[in-house]
């Protein structure tokens, strides 16, 4: 009786919360501008949203995403020299980029009564970016300084990129976001001409504002500013696919490190398809907090681990990997390790998850939602990230749906995905 | 008895965010001091339904009997009570879909509790009683305490870890500011639950502790989830006994190289003394910083050694001001064969601040930055929980949020200069270097 007054409850918060003041239009030349007002704190913040990333890029081009994001901070036809930043903290806001497998965002938080200079910037390098060869030439360095300090110097992120590597034989997803070293240095600044002119556009971009903002306050200004900007672009969608895979892939790194770690990673689909939310709650009952299958039976009845997490990425362009990581507290115990995880996968696959595990991830799901609600930053990337999917207004769909997965649904992908036909394990070792 | 549990003082009530610059609504935020000593910050928001209870515990390093007796006992407080095990404890933490994190720093100890108003009750339940009735097992201190070690063992492996540790130790001595808040991997076997026990019952006292709640969380709720848990507990009075660090002099650059041949960059720490909280240079020290190193890549050093060079990705400057002076230091990630080149660079930069005039664009982008940016440090609910006792902690006064454009703005040119060369010291400065030979 209890479980149904709290399903009740439930149903009434979650599906209906949070999105009643989001508006969207479309500009003349395709670019979209989502709306959020949330009057809550004082700030607001400022995003553009490019539908290019890694899975974009051509065969020995990679990086190319992420260098041009660097070279979007160089200057443009207005705004000539390295000021943008430099513009933006002396309004008192703060500017950063990040690019990912699928996507580009360039972004501002600050005084809504400072949004103007945010839509200056961004309109101006959205149309004029300037490709100084200086500039250029120093950003490679700097990205390959990058490369150093985040994976060649950083053993567990190495093996996480090496995993990657070997799981997809064709597919771009293979490729680091940060590119390799060979690939950055033969990048030219012809190739990041191109590859701008291709990518950045309004018809592949997407506004998100979010904050205390009123809509009619700032849409006429965007609208001045961006509207203008020709459309004319043509990215390219290359044919994706991956081969199937024969048999288990391993790769084992010796690095210099204290703890081993296992990585273990199935390929697994992507949202709208339904079994990535299964996944999501299958993710939640191996390794979501202390009482999760996994962390109980390594961190605390073994003691064989420090630690353990796993992490699905439902909201992909494309299927990608289900990740298990598990530090391992002694080398010579990694492969016991690593047949525990393989028994508790087993377990779910012989026998549901229980009524009160589904009901927890499901709690889970709802306090996440929530909890990213309470930055406007937060609220803004929530629905970028569902809009580079095809809308934003997927997210209604998305929490009915995960609301319905069943403990069956969850045995299921596990029997599904979790073969060794589609696994790939990184182990990584004391030099 | 009733009287005594509802809120015994209301003692003021501060507006948020009324700066012009922030320009919002306003929002009323509500002290009350309980009789026991206890203070509770209160504000009231239902825009989600959630909320945040956040409690700092003046606890940390600063009392230690032995390294790391702060940190463990924070941590073991979610490992069990007089009615629960620490498996109950996690299962009805992951259930509930709440979160209770605790961090130690050099000064305090903070917990913060998060939970959604569906379940806000059982959550609340569940906080006093790890922070009221922790029963810290035998058995779990051990668990607990194998599992920092290792951890710690793997930090260590961090070359930025290691610099910044060598480079605390060297600056601090044997002050509870020179070693890790998490301690030492060595020294962790000489923990007796006895330490643990007799630090909590020290030092966790209501009487100096402070609670804010911010969500959603009306009155009625406040008081009887709330107040009346914290009102029913009584603990020793205490006053904390702590001393400075005494710094050694130093007539010449300490330089510090340990090697490790399997990197391909070197982490580089250039550092020295630096300034408490309550010191009267604060607020020059802030805006000098951001000039040379804090103000992300528009700083001198990132326009030096990043920007204009290609040398660096990460290139920052930044300065602990604690209770007592904390430390001052610049760290910088270049490859191998360019480590001499960003140090020098590095100590020109410096010496220019202390010799050479600041330009008044400079300071007006400084100053504009460090008030304009003011309500992005609270611009949620869990930071302004985690914020208010701090403000409260450091005696900063309740107007604290709306003055502090004003403490920016009085800074003047003379400041600056005059705190540069108070603070950096080109000519026995401490050097730690981690990289190839």
């Known amino acids: 009786m209890k479980h149904l007054v709290l399903s009740l409850i439930f149903i009434l918060i979650f599906p209906f919360m949070g999105f009643s003041k989001i508006k969207e239009e479309i500009l003349k030349n395709g670019l979209k501008v989502i709306y959020i007002e949330d009057h809550s704190s004082a700030v607001s913040t400022f995003q553009v949203w490019y539908k290019v990333g890694s899975i974009d890029e051509p065969e020995g081009k990679s990086g190319i995403s992420h260098l041009l994001e660097h070279l979007m901070f160089r200057g443009s036809k207005n705004y000539p020299g390295n000021v943008f930043s430099k513009i ?51 950003e490679k360095k700097i990205v390959l300084e990058e490369r150093r300090q985040r994976y060649e110097d950083d053993p567990e992120n190495l093996i996480v990129e090496e995993v990657i590597g070997i799981a997809f034989k064709q597919h771009p997803y293979r490729r680091p976001i940060i590119g390799w070293s060979e690939d950055i240095q033969n990048i030219t600044l012809e190739d990041i ?25 700032v849409r006429e200004k965007i609208r001045e500013k961006f509207e203008s900007i020709s459309s004319s672009c043509f990215p390219s969608r290359r044919i994706i696919y991956e081969p199937k895979q024969y048999g288990e892939r391993r790769v084992i790194l010796r690095k210099k490190t204290h703890l081993p770690m296992l990585v273990m990673a199935y390929k697994v689909p992507a949202y709208p398809n339904k079994d990535s939310l299964s996944l999501e709650i299958l993710s939640t009952i191996l390794g979501g907090g202390q009482s999760s299958r996994l962390y109980r039976k390594l961190v605390k009845e073994t003691a064989l681990a420090v630690n353990v997490y796993t992490g699905n990425s439902a ?54 939602f929530l909890f990213s609600q309470d930055s406007v930053f937060g609220q803004a990337l929530y629905i970028g990230k569902f809009e580079i999917l095809g809308s934003w207004k997927m997210i209604n769909q998305y929490k009915e749906d995960i609301m319905k997965v069943t403990a069956n649904d969850v045995q299921n992908v596990a029997k599904k995905y979790f073969n060794l036909n589609n696994l790939s394990v990184g182990e990584l070792l004391p030099k | 008895m009733r009287r005594l549990l509802i809120f015994s003082i209301v003692s003021c009530v501060i507006i948020l965010f009324s700066n012009s610059i922030a320009g919002a609504e306003k929002m009323d935020l509500k002290t009350f001091n309980l009789q026991n000593g206890a203070k509770i910050k209160y504000l009231y928001r239902d825009n989600i339904p959630i909320a945040y209870v956040s409690v ?3 606890a940390s390093p600063l009392d230690e009997p032995k390294p790391s007796v ?37 000064d305090y100890t903070i917990l913060t509790l998060s939970a959604t108003k569906r379940h806000l009750k059982e ?90 709640i911010i969500g959603d969380i009306n009155e009625n709720e406040l008081r009887e989830l709330i107040e009346k848990p914290i009102s029913m507990w009584y603990g020793q009075k205490k006053t904390r006994n702590i001393n400075p660090p005494s710094f050694v002099k130093r007539d010449k650059p300490l330089k510090i190289f340990i090697n490790r041949d399997d990197l391909t960059q070197s982490t580089i720490i250039i550092g020295f003394e630096g300034i408490s909280r309550k010191d009267p240079d604060f607020y020059a020290l802030s805006i000098m910083n951001y000039i040379l190193g804090g103000g992300g890549l528009t700083s001198r050093l990132a326009k030096q050694i990043r920007e204009e060079r290609g040398l660096a990705y990460s290139v920052y400057s930044t300065f602990n001001p604690y209770l007592l002076p904390g430390a001052f230091y610049i760290e910088v990630k270049t490859k191998a064969e360019n480590t001499h080149t960003v140090i020098k660079l590095i100590i020109e930069e410096l010496k220019k601040m202390k010799e050479k005039t600041l330009t008044s664009e400079e300071i007006k982008e400084a100053k504009a930055f460090l008030s304009g940016s003011f309500p992005l440090r609270i611009d949620t ?57």
């Open chain 1, 193 to 217: 001409k191109n590859y701008y002119h291709e990518y950045y556009c309004p018809s592949n971009a997407f506004i998100v504002i979010a904050g205390n903002i009123k809509i009619e306050d």
């Open chain 2, 70 to 106: 702060a940190y463990l006992t924070a941590h073991l407080l979610t490992h069990g009570t007089k009615t629960r095990t620490a498996t109950q404890i996690e299962d009805e933490i992951d259930f509930l879909a709440i979160s209770i994190e605790k961090k130690v720093t050099y």
């Open chain 1, 88 to 138: 933006i903290q002396s309004q008192g806001g703060i500017d950063n980029a990040f690019t990912t497998k699928d996507y580009t965002v360039y972004f501002q938080k600050l005084s809504p009564s400072k949004i103007q200079t945010s839509i200056d910037l961004e309109s101006d390098r959205m149309a004029n970016l300037l490709f100084n060869p200086e500039d250029f030439e120093l």
């Open chain 2, 381 to 437: 609910m869990k930071k302004i929980s985690e914020f208010l006792p701090v403000i409260e902690f450091y005696d900063l006064g309740d107007d604290y949020i709306k003055k502090y454009p004003e403490y920016i703005e009085k800074v003047t040119i003379d400041d600056i200069k005059k705190v540069a060369n108070r603070i950096l010291n080109t000519e026995s400065y401490i050097l730690v270097v981690v990289g190839k030979n």
């Open chain 2, 123 to 212: 959550a609340l339940n569940l906080f006093f009683d790890i922070l009221i009735n922790p029963s810290f097992p035998e058995e779990e201190i051990k668990k607990e305490i194998s599992r920092v070690e290792k951890s710690l063992k793997q930090m260590e492996q961090d070359p930025s870890f290691i610099a910044y540790k060598s480079f605390l130790k060297t600056l601090f001595g044997p002050h509870p500011y020179g070693r890790l808040i998490e301690g030492e991997p060595e020294e962790l076997k000489n923990i007796e639950r006895q330490d643990i026990l007799e630090f909590y019952t020290k030092h966790y006292t209501p009487n100096n502790m402070i609670f804010s």
């Open chain 2, 56 to 58: 700092l515990i003046p």
């Open chain 1, 315 to 368: 909201l992909s362009r494309d299927g990608f990997l289900f990740f298990i990581f598990v530090s391992v507290k002694e080398v010579d115990k990694i492969k016991e390790v690593e047949e525990i995880v393989k028994e508790e996968i087993e377990r779910i696959k012989n026998e549901p998850p229980t009524e009160k595990e589904i009901e927890k991830a499901k709690n889970q799901v709802e306090a996440s």
